[in-house]
């Protein structure tokens, strides 16, 4: 082999090499840009599970690393009773739905105000799920689930 054919094969494999990472590089750059540009979910107008807050919190009891794989980071939306509503300190409101278990709660934290709520009223509410807290097992107390970015789909 000739020391031209050498360096000729040289400089073609310098170029394809050269060409696809470029070709990566540009489309990276692109599913980049995608990405930063998508914006948040629609909750209100997106598909959701629909689960009742007892069967929601006894899912994430039983098995967390079954409900984590359903439930966390998808769009729910939940059936249950007020346990209570307030505001949090960065004043939107946070309602409470009763699962059937004393100490703790489905935590939904609302997008906007809604009507007047009150305990004992059933509702479904639709937000995105964030998993379940840790609680505290010495002191008795057990870990809420949490939704966020929640609206109401119905109030009975």
Same mark, same amino acid.
């Given at each position: 082999m000739s020391e031209d054919s050498f360096t000729n094969i040289m400089k073609k494999s310098t170029r394809t090499f050269l060409l696809i990472i470029l070709a990566l590089l540009i489309t990276g750059g692109g599913i980049g840009y995608y990405l930063y540009n998508k914006g948040p979910v629609d909750v209100q107008d997106s598909n959701s599970i629909k689960v009742t807050a007892i069967a929601l919190y006894d899912?994430?009891?039983k098995d967390s690393a079954?409900?984590?794989k359903n439930y966390t980071g998808k769009i729910l939306e939940v059936s249950g009773e007020v346990h209570e509503a307030s505001l949090n300190q960065q004043q939107k409101q946070v309602i409470l739905l009763e699962n059937g278990s004393d100490g703790s709660?489905?935590?939904?934290?609302?997008?906007e105000p809604a009507q007047k709520i009150k305990a004992t009223d059933k509702?479904? +509410? /639709? %937000?995105?799920c964030s998993g379940?807290?840790?609680?505290?097992?010495?002191?008795? +107390? /057990? %870990?809420?689930?949490?939704?966020?970015?929640c609206y109401f789909v119905s109030t009975k």
């Open positions: 899912s994430y009891t079954v409900a984590q709660y489905i935590n939904c934290t609302m997008e509702v479904t +509410i /639709k %937000g995105i379940i807290g840790e609680g505290d097992a010495d002191l008795g +107390i /057990k %870990g809420d689930v949490y939704l966020t970015r």
